[in-house]
């Protein structure tokens, strides 16, 4: 049932829904629907119609000419980022154009993951394991690991995706999409896994699509340059004002109200409270599979403890996904998607008294129409190619 990446938000549900005057239907209600796949008959396609899709589907060799180039500043900066290009992505491409001469076989890449495919593909697997073995500690297989998933997806999606939306060109939803200001005061950090860049149906993505790549800012989990950039805004902010939106059971996790509220009624007297940048409330959502969230997260803790000698705060929402209520049913929503764990934390810094008029609720109303727009062309394309919209077929990633 999923087409939606997911995350390891839990659908929880303290908040009786009377809070939300809004929902139709009670936080189970959606829990329990989403998880359902209701039977769906596939509409009929004409054989020529799939033919041709799966023709440009599959038209993803790269040819040589076009895999030689190394990432630009602008290509990198193109798919949601400010960063500079990683400098160990750049490495891993100039070491697959390297063994493009040597064995002398262009890349391909199926799929629409950037995975290589083909003869390349069989001598890069022994290339790159006896790299990743000759690495000598975790750090530096994490960077190699995460340099190398990112530069099979940026040169497999070259010219395929879209690099706003990131979906195939021809399925580009950014027309759709209305941009909305995010309040100065909050700074969202989309922390994602590698193999979550780049893939059609995170919707991680539309938060800066929606908001702008400085108010929604993505860091990519072992790339030293996203790391550090984040971390250095987190230790100008200070430990009292991040917050990782994560369940963690091995520390105390506030809800909003008790976690920010009293952050924001200490900083009452301030007179520079709304004009100070140093003010700017940052929140971390963990983009990335269930699996992979809890590597993720320690690789957070760890940086915590060595820069503040002190937990990361953690919150969770009261709410989950239930404010999801203008979203027609759809069999392949997830529950726990990045995007409507943005949302409900948004709703729910609405009903803080300190923040009431700031009109978060039409921010996340913002983000609640963009991912309307994705699901929407989701499910469109999914049909289109003949696909069901079930979950079969859910991405079995290996290690690129
Ligand atoms: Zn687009």
Known sequence: MLLISYTMFPCTTKTPSSLFPFLLYSPQFFCSFFNKTPQISRMAYSSTDQSLQRIQESRRITTGDEASTSISLEEWQGWGTISPVPSMVNKVIQD??????????????GGNHGKLTGDFKVQEDKKHRAKYASLGNSE???????????????????????????????????????????WHRVRIWLYMHPKDFLRQNNTGKLLWQVFGVHAAMLCLFG????????????????????WCLYPNKNAATESVKDGIGPYLAGNQDSPSISANEDD???????????SNSAAMFRRLQERAELSWKHDLRCISLNTGVSLMHRLRPQPSWDRTCTAAAAIGLL????????????????QAEAIENALEVLLEALTTRRLRMGRSISRKGRHHDDIC
């Open 96 to 109: 697959l154009n390297l063994l493009e001469k040597d064995i002398n076989a262009h890349m391909t890449f």
């Open 140 to 182: 530096e297989k994490i960077q190699f690991f995460s340099a190398r998933q990112i530069a099979c997806r940026l040169l497999g999606s070259r010219g395929y995706l879209c690099q706003k939306c990131w979906l195939p060109l021809g399925d580009c939803m950014c027309s759709r999409v209305t941009m909305c200001s995010l």
């Open 223 to 242: 790339i030293a340059e996203h790391e550090e950039m984040m971390w250095t805004e987190f230790n100008r902010a200070g430990k009292d004002k991040v």
């Open 280 to 290: 700017t409330m940052h929140f971390i959502l963990i983009d990335g599979t269930w």
């Open 347 to 362: 709703y729910e810094l609405q009903l803080l008294p300190d923040l009431s008029s700031i009109e978060l609720n039409k």
